[in-house]
């Protein structure tokens, strides 16, 4: 499933409230928006098999992006939201 994601960001991006479908931008300038415009920091991040880094940014006021940026450097919002809150979840061992 996941080698298909980057496929996908168009079909997610179409869906998304208008906070999120800003477009695709370089990275520094999608997350200096999400900053200045939004008052988010990123909160984690991973990244995919096809090095494609997916970041979640919140707020205080419970607002959040997630943001997905190709090894080329050009980030697209993925999907955003509010009441987002941090859970301290232990995560199982690696087995």
């Known amino acids: 499933m996941w080698r298909t994601l980057p496929c996908l960001f168009p079909i997610f991006l179409a869906g998304q409230p208008a906070a999120a479908s800003g477009g695709c931008d370089l990275r520094p300038d999608i997350v200096a ?6 008052g988010q ?22 607002g ?10 050009i980030a697209c919002p ?12 232990a995560l199982p061992a690696r087995g």
Do not use: K, M, Y
């Open 33 to 38: 928006d999400l900053g200045t415009r939004l």
């Open 64 to 73: 959040w992006t997630l943001i997905a940026t190709t090894p080329s450097g």
């Open 78 to 89: 993925v999907a955003s939201g509010r009441d987002w809150r941090e859970a301290a979840i």
């Open 41 to 62: 920091t990123r909160r984690g991040l991973g990244v995919t098999q096809e090095h494609t880094v997916l970041e979640l940014f919140a707020a205080e006021d419970g």
